[in-house]
């Protein structure tokens, strides 16, 4: 009786065995595993078949013939080899797959789930934050993720601002954080609607790094909870050396920090400024009345045009910025 929107909310990639690679997809509700695979030969020369295909008549085969490989216009294939469904009630926010390689976390606004990625039809509930009487309840799930190198601790974030660090031996129900000490000390980078921040995982009080992504709006932020903007979820991403972080924003601006001299950059990705070979010009806002020269004024800002994804490759200085309905790719002028 309830219908399901059409729309993919994260895709995983999980480690590559052999010559195809996987992933894990999740709408609101499903979870799926996906074999991605691509063909640039094709074998002809059969004995037991034509070339179309049909069968061929056994007592017309007098010879043993050997198959061919032939070139042929390279061909991929995306085929759904495992469903996971029917374990969350509420919409599906992320997927985040094990350093184990054979488990991963989905979270939903109330709980979280394990799976093993060989058993479709049964998790375990690992957090469970829904209160017996709906009408007391304070905090949603906003994210899960796994720990890069342990198996057995994970994060999970909530809209009060919170980051839980837990630790699945500690417990069957990770309700509350745990004290992880020997948990591999790591940067852990977190956003939030304003800003993006860097955590030691050995210190909780506050964060080491704090970058702020568009201050100007704090004077606009009433008119953005009343136009639902405030709800909207900017992801965050380093590149492959852990020096630079990137976040998206508002009017198609995205916004890159250097960790290491404190410079930030303001982009803009949109057909107009983004021509091959084009060099990005950096752009500014004004949040006074008068403006210079090519700054945009904090009132122009189209609301509507925001970049919610980016993606850094792990190891060029190549992104990928989800503007709408546009992918831009970008590279690094030296290159």
């Known amino acids: 009786s309830l219908e399901i929107e059409e ?20 709408n609101d509700k499903t979870i799926k595993l996906w074999k991605i695979s691509q063909r640039d030969k ?61 488990t991963y976390l989905s979270a939903d606004d109330l709980r979280v789930n394990l799976w093993h990625l060989e058993i479709t039809d049964r998790s375990f509930n690992i957090v469970d934050i829904k209160p017996a009487n709906m009408e007391e309840l304070t905090e949603v799930i906003t994210a899960a ?53 860097v955590w030691d995982l050995n210190m909780e009080n506050r964060p080491v790094e704090t970058y702020q992504v568009h201050e100007y709006l704090r004077s606009k932020l009433c008119s953005l909870y009343e136009n639902d903007c405030i709800f909207d979820k900017f992801e965050c991403c380093w590149n492959g050396a852990d020096s630079a972080i990137m976040t998206g924003s508002y009017n198609n601006f995205f ?25 990005l010009k950096a752009r500014k806002v ?26 850094w490759h792990p190891k060029e200085n190549v992104i990928a910025v989800a503007a709408t309905n546009n992918l831009y790719i970008f590279q690094d002028k030296i290159n």
């Open 145 to 197: 993720e796994c720990h890069p190198h342990q198996c057995n601790v994970f994060v999970y974030s909530s809209s009060k601002g919170t980051i839980r660090l837990c630790d699945m031996r500690a417990a069957a129900l990770c309700d509350r954080q745990s004290k992880c000490k020997s948990v591999i000390s790591l940067g852990l980078m977190t956003r939030d609607y304003l800003s993006v921040k």
């Open 42 to 102: 094709r074998a002809e020369g059969y004995n037991l078949k034509d070339e179309d295909g049909r069968l061929r008549d056994p007592f017309r085969i007098t010879s043993l013939r050997v198959p061919v490989l032939l070139p042929m216009d390279r061909m991929v294939e995306a085929s759904p080899r495992r469903i996971f469904a029917n374990a969350h009630t509420y919409h599906i926010n992320s997927i985040s797959v094990n350093s184990d390689h054979e």
């Open 286 to 311: 004004s949040t006074g009345g008068k403006r210079k020269k090519d700054e945009i004024s904090v009132d122009s800002l189209d609301f509507n045009k925001k970049i919610l994804h980016t993606a």
């Open 7 to 26: 729309k993919i909310n994260k895709i995983r990639w999980l480690p590559q065995q052999n010559a195809a690679h996987s992933l894990l997809s999740t």
């Open 255 to 279: 916004r890159m920090f250097d960790r290491n001299t404190r410079r930030d950059i303001t982009l803009e990705a949109s057909r107009e400024n983004s021509k091959p070979r084009a060099i």
